[in-house]
């Protein structure tokens, strides 16, 4: 073999290169058709949503369209919900139409008018025709005359002068003539086309539907069109995005962006009816879409501020992760994941479970200055804070915006005050029911004493907290001192009165009596959730040391306790005696005698060790204990809970719950030591929430992410509303629904009476029925209006303000917040009040609105209703209008018959509108009645003034 | 075994239950009405008694006695034992008779209603009087929920009540509840509202017929206001006239 190397056959010079070239220029364009495809096609994932979309549209679309053709060409019956007018009749009944139209117009009158057109056109051609003879002969003499003057023919001059002059009267006349005709003639036909108004009508309807028609048709042909090219190739995809500036600012108040792309793939979330089996998931439209994102648009609010997620993502999977989500955010290092999917175990591991109640906790954001908002879409989120707010959890933990934090918050503290309780109860007492109130009351609030782990410290804990507080309590108070009548005339009452007006005055508005744990929860709307408002007072008798402090507390609760919420029920001395005859019998749970519990009492290590315990376990957060007004709150501030991540919560030991924020918080609030540990303890005590109070603190506590929120998107509160908010915790916390139903909710006190008639009056709509000065003036001194019924409404321990707080609330529901009512006598008409009167008569109101507001026989009671010398007084003049027309509507069950038998709409809403025949026959005479009674008991007060202004406002004019 | 014989067992039994899912469907549905075929319905008749002598109750009128008298007769009232207003009806009838059109009328007159029980075929409809020169109300409620609740204030007037709904929907079942809310405590009156026509209450001699009732297994229910429910099970041949009585027990006072 040689060395030398072998030489090609060809040099490389000459050597084709073709192949090689032609197979990367092909892979270059295959390239660049794939680079192509793959950025409009598997890129855009959101686009196959798009494409749905328009699938999806395009066949609604063309039903549509086949619908309203069908129905056009009269192949299909008339919609009978579609109100006549507002939709274009079909075609074959507009020509029906138009014949008969034709026809009618046959009359001889109308043949009399068409032959005098004719005779009239004739006469006017005449006419014509003279006037155009006598303006040439004008022109021909003017010719001629002109000729003379200019060639001096003197003699023609003359005659030519008078032809000319009679020239212009024949033009005038003529003219005249001619306008005379013109003038009847289109008189005549101006007759003619009014005889041919309903012809023309139909004849443009016609015409109209006819373009329609054919407008239509061509639609159908454009959707009907097969696509050369797929959607799913064809679109291009837009990402469809809303950008908001300044939603978020940063810790540093500099506006943040928000760039929301969900309705990329969620095309049509804003659009009406994508709902129904046909429609995926994705495509479907929001929930509650006209309530919710009319309040809240999506080009102000988008979508993250309520949903959270990852707002700028467009891609819901990722390699390698078919479960990983990034437009949801449901990734490891995302903050805030879209709300209602359930977290387990770890961030890669989602459960597709949903919890949609979760989102509520995003209301919070924004609306965090009211207690309540009324949506249904926010009831886990308002129970969840009436649990916060009533069970006193702000005593130990601070809030933004909730509890002593929150908008009219009325500084009274949730349990009772232990200023004054040496003389309330023993010693004894305290120490059984600190040590388990939930075996005197299975629905207390107040949580039991648990120990740390050491169970020999109870009891001399126990002891000490009875010593202690004995020890900072006033031995008395002024009404006990200053009455020194002795303990036995206290309990000289009649216990079997007492007992009947115990259950007949009021008092089970609020307390129960003996309903023991088999009885507990039985009827409902009883108390405040699974919780009471007020003790059951079965055991009163063990409970209380002794029946002077009962009767002094029954009389006038405030003077024991100014900060209590207790009322008077404005009982007499008898009264409260036998009450408390009755209430000293009730001893339905013994209370040991604890063994060496008197000599420990006045023993200062133990009283030493009990101010310990007191304010070791923050007892002073929901009780005012002297000498402990100014402790801070125990625990940790909630303010930014929602936004723990799960590795900032203390799991302890605990691997059974999984390490999410759902799950920690909820094992919280079941078992609130239950991530304890030896060196770490935990001071929360149980409150044995049922499973959804659980839930719904937790929703609130989500909602407490303390999220920076710009000021154009939180909800402010008018004065007037915040004041509407305020009386409504008033109206929470005075318990009203106890005895009335407010809203159709409420009204406990209703199960026990015999007929549910003899019960207070119902509350629905109270802002439109009454008089702000007059409710406002009730509220601070009450003077019964129904004084047949045994019930009581009690006198509230309210200032002024306090009680313009409750007529604002309800006012403010029924959107008046106006404090006045103006009654100007010379507005009303007095023939009016005339009428009225007759039909006052007539329809016998008297029968059951006595003329007398006290005394009321037996047989009266039955049917008694308010005095009507009253109601000018109490009642705003719109409300005679609407509760006479239809009291059902307002009052559930109410005694009042209906004299006017309304319609109702599919609400249920009776209607009062001069459309409807039925409403237009009853509101005059409604009306009547109440200028009758708007005058009705100031008869002097109006004398000579009536009708003196414009007549009476009236319903639907205003 | 041809294959035409396997198969034929399955089919048999496919169509049986075939048969019974639709009779089972068809019997949850609402009240079907046929003709009356001649001769081949059957009729139900007989008395209700109660089981010891009652004396009936005597309301005191404790309002307006000019025009409502003094006293009105209440509780159980049973001459001879026999017991008068007390409906008589069959629980569930499928198919039947025609429903019957024309209105019910309950009359208030000296301020108590009359009849003091009656019958109502869903749809049917009710006329309302009142005969007395005073206020009367009249309320109609169903298990504690009021349908209505309308005033009459003048004397002859009549009122025209479509039939009964509860709601927006038809009220197909169930005892309604008449009283007066004008102080006259003690007005009542009661219907038992069916779906069917298979309805009627006894007359003062205790006595009650059903006619035209297509043969078949009934439960068969007795209600009086103050008496309360007793029912017993009756099967009726093609063409019989049966007769049923009962004796209701008279609860201790």
């Given at each position: 073999m040689s060395d030398e190397p072998t030489r090609r056959s060809k040099p490389v010079e000459q050597v084709s290169l073709s192949v090689p070239f032609f197979v990367a220029a092909l892979a270059f364009f295959l390239f660049t058709l794939w680079t192509v495809f793959d950025e409009y096609g598997?890129?855009?994932?959101?686009k196959q949503y798009q494409a749905q979309f328009t699938a999806l549209e395009t066949a609604r679309l063309q039903k549509d369209i086949e619908a309203e053709l069908a129905r056009l060409q009269g192949s299909t019956p008339a919609d009978p919900s579609q109100k006549e007018g507002e939709q274009l009749p079909p075609l074959p009944e507009i020509q029906q139409k138009l014949a008969e139209a034709r026809n009618a117009a046959e009359t001889p009158e109308f043949k009399k008018i068409e032959s005098d057109i004719q005779k009239k056109e004739r006469e006017l051609f005449l006419a014509t025709q003279d006037w155009k003879i006598a303006k040439s002969w004008d022109i021909e003499h003017a010719f001629f005359y002109e000729e003379a003057l200019k060639h001096k023919h003197e003699h023609e001059i003359a005659e030519l002068k008078a032809k000319l002059d009679k020239d212009a009267a024949d033009i005038a006349r003529t003219g005249e003539k001619m306008k005379a005709v013109e003038t009847e003639l289109a008189d005549l036909r101006k007759q003619k086309d009014t005889l041919l108004t309903e012809v023309a009508k139909w004849e443009e309807l016609e015409k109209t539907v006819s373009r329609e028609l054919l407008s239509l048709q061509d639609k159908l042909a454009r959707v009907k069109k097969p696509l050369i090219v797929p959607n799913a190739i064809w679109y291009d995809g837009t990402i469809e995005q809303v950008v908001l500036r300044g939603y978020h600012t940063n810790e540093f108040s500099e506006e943040q962006y928000t760039v929301d792309?969900?309705?990329?793939?969620?095309?049509?979330?804003?659009?009406?009816?994508?709902?129904?089996?046909?429609?995926p998931k994705v495509l479907e439209?929001?929930?509650?879409r006209e309530a919710l994102l009319g309040k809240h648009p999506v080009k102000q609010f988008?979508?993250?501020?309520?949903?959270?997620?990852?707002?700028?993502?467009?891609?819901t999977t990722t390699a390698g992760h078919t479960d990983l989500d990034e437009a949801h955010g449901?990734?490891?290092?995302?903050?805030?994941?879209?709300?209602?999917?359930?977290?387990?175990?770890?961030?890669h591991d989602y459960k597709e479970e949903r919890d949609?109640?979760?989102?509520?906790?995003?209301?919070?954001?924004?609306?965090?200055?009211?207690?309540?908002?009324?949506?249904p879409h926010a009831e886990v989120l308002n129970a969840g804070r009436e649990y916060v707010t009533k069970l006193g959890c702000w005593g130990c933990h601070n809030m933004k915006d909730?509890?002593?934090?929150?908008?009219?918050?009325?500084?009274?503290?949730v349990g009772p005050s232990l200023a004054r309780i040496a003389g309330k109860v023993s010693a004894d007492w305290i120490v059984s029911w600190v040590d388990h109130p939930q075996a005197h009351l299975?629905?207390?609030r107040m949580p039991h004493y648990e120990d740390f782990?050491?169970?020999?410290?109870k009891a001399d804990d126990l002891k000490g907290v009875a010593a202690f507080l004995l020890s900072q309590?006033?031995?008395?108070?002024p009404a006990i001192e200053q009455d020194?009548?002795?303990?036995s005339f206290f309990r000289s009452g009649n216990a079997g009165r007492g007992e009947k007006l115990f259950k007949s005055v009021g008092c089970m508005g609020c307390h129960a009596l003996g309903e023991r744990p088999e009885n507990w929860?039985?009827?409902?709307?009883?108390?405040f959730r699974e919780f009471?408002?007020?003790?059951?007072?079965?055991n009163t008798g063990n409970k209380i040391k002794s029946a002077k402090w009962i009767y002094h507390w029954v009389k006038d609760p405030q003077s024991y306790?100014?900060?209590?919420?207790?009322?008077?029920?404005?009982?007499?001395d008898q009264e409260a005696l036998d009450i408390t005859a009755f209430l000293v019998q009730q001893k339905g749970k013994d209370v040991p005698a604890v063994e060496g519990l008197a000599e420990k009492l006045s023993d200062p290590e133990t009283i030493k060790r009990g101010e310990w315990v007191v304010r070791d376990y923050g007892c002073y957060g929901c009780h005012q204990i002297k000498g402990m007004e100014?402790?801070?709150?125990?625990s940790v501030e909630?303010?930014?809970?929602?936004?723990?991540k799960p590795y900032e919560l203390a799991f302890g030991t605990?691997?059974?719950?999984?390490?999410?924020w759902e799950d920690w918080t909820l094992e919280k609030l079941r078992?609130?030591?239950?991530?304890?540990?030896e060196r770490q303890l935990s001071k929360m005590p149980s409150f044995h929430f049922s499973e959804e109070g659980a839930h719904a603190i937790r929703v609130l506590l989500k909602g407490f992410n303390a999220e920076h929120v710009g000021e154009k998107w939180l909800r402010h509160l008018d004065p007037n509303a915040k004041a509407a908010e305020e009386g409504r915790q008033l109206v929470e916390q005075f318990n009203c629904k106890g005895c009335h139903v407010v809203d159709h909710k409420g009204g406990r006190i209703l199960a026990y009476l015999?007929?549910?008639?003899?019960?207070p009056p119902q509350l629905n709509n109270l802002g439109e029925k009454l008089q702000p000065e007059w409710f406002y003036n009730f509220l601070l001194d009450v003077k019964p209006v129904?004084?047949?019924?045994?019930?009581r409404m009690p006198s509230f321990p309210l200032d002024g303000t306090e009680a313009r707080k409750i007529v604002q609330y309800f006012g403010g529901k029924a959107g008046d917040l106006d404090p006045f009512t103006h009654f100007d006598?010379?507005?009303?008409?007095p023939e009016n009040v005339k009428k009225g009167k007759q039909i006052y008569e007539t329809y016998r109101c008297?029968?059951?609105?006595?003329?007398?507001?006290s005394g009321y026989t037996e047989a009266e009671k039955a049917a008694a209703a308010p005095s009507l010398q009253l109601a000018h007084k109490r009642l705003k003049p719109e409300w005679f209008v609407k509760w006479i027309g239809s009291p059902g509507y307002y009052?559930?069950?109410?005694r009042m018959p209906s004299f006017f038998y309304l319609e109702t709409d599919k609400n249920g809403k009776p209607i009062l509108d001069h459309a409807n025949q039925y409403a237009a026959q009853a509101i005059p005479q409604l009306e009547a009645l109440r200028d009758f009674l708007l005058v009705y008991g100031r008869e002097g007060e109006v004398q000579g003034k009536l009708?003196?202004?414009?007549k009476s406002y009236s319903l639907n004019e205003k | 075994m041809t294959l035409a014989k396997k198969l034929r067992a399955p089919l048999q039994a496919g169509a049986t239950g075939a048969f019974f899912l639709l009779a089972a469907a068809v019997s949850s549905l609402a009240y079907e009405a046929k003709p009356v075929p001649a001769g081949e319905w059957g009729s139900l008749e007989g008395t209700v008694s109660v089981d010891r002598p009652v004396t009936p109750v005597l309301l005191p009128v404790t309002k307006a006695p000019e025009i409502c008298g003094y006293q009105k007769v209440g509780g159980v009232v049973a001459a001879d034992q026999r017991l008068k207003d007390a409906a008589v009806y069959l629980?569930?009838?499928?198919v039947g008779k025609p429903l019957p059109v024309e209105p019910v009328r309950l009359d208030q007159q000296r301020c108590a209603f009359i009849p003091r029980v009656f019958t109502l075929a869903a749809g049917q409809p009710l006329v309302v009087r009142n005969s007395d020169d005073t206020l009367h109300t009249v309320r109609a409620e169903v298990e504690g929920l009021t349908l209505f609740n309308l005033a009459m204030?003048?004397?002859?007037q009549e009122l025209w009540k479509k039939p009964l709904l509860r709601g927006s929907e038809l009220l197909t079942r169930g005892r309604v509840k008449f009283s007066c809310e004008?102080?006259?405590?003690?007005m009542e009156s009661w219907a038992v509202v069916l779906?069917?026509?298979y309805a009627t209450v006894t007359s003062d001699d205790g006595r009650f017929r059903i006619d035209d009732v297509p043969p078949g297994t009934y439960h068969m229910i007795f209600w009086h206001p103050v008496l309360g429910e007793s029912s017993q099970s009756i099967t009726l041949r093609a063409g019989e006239n049966l007769r049923v009585n009962v004796t209701l027990p008279v609860p201790d006072s």
């Open positions: 598997p890129r855009r994932t959101w792309r969900c309705m990329t793939c969620h095309f049509s979330i804003d659009k009406a009816g994508y709902t129904g089996e046909d429609v439209t929001h929930p509650d988008a979508c993250t501020p309520c949903h959270q997620g990852q707002g700028v993502a467009v891609s449901l990734l490891e290092f995302w903050e805030h994941p879209v709300l209602g999917f359930v977290q387990s175990g770890n961030y949609p109640t979760y989102t509520q906790a995003s209301c919070f954001k924004c609306h965090s200055k009211q207690y309540a908002i009324e949506s909730v509890g002593d934090g929150a908008v009219g918050f009325t500084g009274k503290k299975p629905r207390s782990g050491d169970p020999a410290k309590s006033e031995k008395s108070w020194k009548r002795p303990e929860g039985k009827k409902d709307n009883l108390f009471d408002v007020a003790p059951d007072l079965y306790d100014p900060t209590t919420i207790m009322p008077s029920l404005r009982l007499s100014n402790e801070g709150k125990l909630l303010t930014a809970f929602g936004n723990k605990r691997t059974d719950v999984p390490g999410t078992n609130p030591r239950g991530f304890q540990t015999s007929n549910p008639q003899f019960g129904r004084t047949w019924l045994d019930l006598p010379g507005t009303i008409d008297t029968q059951c609105h006595f003329n007398k507001t009052w559930d069950g109410v009708g003196t202004k414009r | 629980d569930e009838v499928p204030p003048t004397k002859s004008a102080g006259h405590t003690w779906s069917h026509p």
